[in-house]
């Protein structure tokens, strides 16, 4: 991947609080929470089509579907089912 040299934690971390202030915006101007995430999944998606292979996306996925599938998204405390 291009991008190797600037996928450090610290450009994690940036990266991550840049979207956090984006859905705070987004929220702010009254966009739903699926508006939200679908915008935001579709374009993960075709910044990573552009960076890794079809197969590497497949395991990402793949992976994402197990973390939901095995409850890793909710708190139990908040007591969402799955």
Same mark, same amino acid.
Request: charged share 15%; net charge negative; glycine share 10%.
């Given at each position: ?14 990266? %991550? ?17 699926? #508006? ?6 579709? %374009? #993960?998606?075709?910044?990573?089509? +552009? ?17 939901? +599938? ?8 908040? %007591?969402?089912?799955?």
């Amino acid at each position: 991947m291009a991008d190797d040299a600037n996928d450090t934690p610290a450009h994690l971390s940036h990266a %991550g609080a840049v979207v956090d202030k984006a859905i705070e915006y987004m929220m702010g101007q009254n966009i739903g929470s699926l #508006a939200i995430a679908s915008a935001l999944l579709g %374009g #993960a998606m075709a910044l990573l089509s +552009r960076s890794v292979s079809d197969d590497m996306i497949v395991n990402i996925l793949n992976n994402a579907i197990a973390s939901v +599938r095995a409850g890793e998204l909710h708190d139990p405390k908040d %007591g969402a089912a799955g």
